[in-house]
């Protein structure tokens, strides 16, 4: 059996976080594992706010222990992190297990929010985890904090910033979010491996229930990589997923909206 974990933060919602990842394991067929950092809940009686609860750093270790040195893993993500330490732990776990296959999805923001969520956490991520990283995932605005410029507004400015990463250590670079650029008319993601510059398309859905999307599409990747494909293919098939799994998206209340987890499955379109 294919075994992979991801070490992220809950989202009582279900929509996002480490809810998001092991539903999208479970479509690729493989077996999931979660390593919790954070608790993050949303308050229907406050517009939905969220409030971030970490875990103790000793809570976080035991759990790695579990899955890295009591199970193993052929794969590995890294979603919310929240604090120095759980980025240093999970550095050294990843060190000591010299796991080839890991995906740092950088979450710096929830959707909605423009600031990053722990802007100190930037530097030190970059410093210890991207390096590690085979693919890094960042969106448009992590992808302009992790180069240390303004958040791409064009082709040509993800280009520079995924330079810029591959250069400070992740071997392969995949911005998302093109579909985000002024005047775009297809969704597509930029896929860089240090020599060549790929764009991943799919049309541009007309949805805004979009929770979860950063998290599935690392996830997705993951299995993949762990499935044995290389990058590319990874970022390819994980790219369809997510297509399927947004065109199944839906409302779960009033605030937020999930991608349909079974969307691949199911066919949507
Ligand atoms: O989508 C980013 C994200 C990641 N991880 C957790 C979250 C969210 C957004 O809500 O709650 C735990």
Known sequence: MIKVATIAGSDASGGAGLEADLKTFAEYGIYGMAAVTLIATMDPDNDWAHAVYPLDEAVLRAQLHTIFHGVGVDAAKTGMLGS???ILLVESFLREAKLERYVLDPVMVCKGASEPLHPELNTLLEEKLLPLSLIVTPNLFEAG?????????SIEDMKKAAKIIHKKGARNVFITGGGRLPGKTSAFDLFYDGTDFNQVESALLDTIWVHGAGCTVSAAITAGLALGLDPYEAVSRAKKFVTFNLRGSFPL??????GNPA???KGFN
């Open 263 to 265: 969307g691949w499955r």
């Open 84 to 86: 120095p330490e759980a």
């Open 145 to 153: 904090q992790l180069a240390g410029i303004e958040t791409p507004a």
């Open 253 to 258: 209340n009033k605030w937020i909206g999930p």
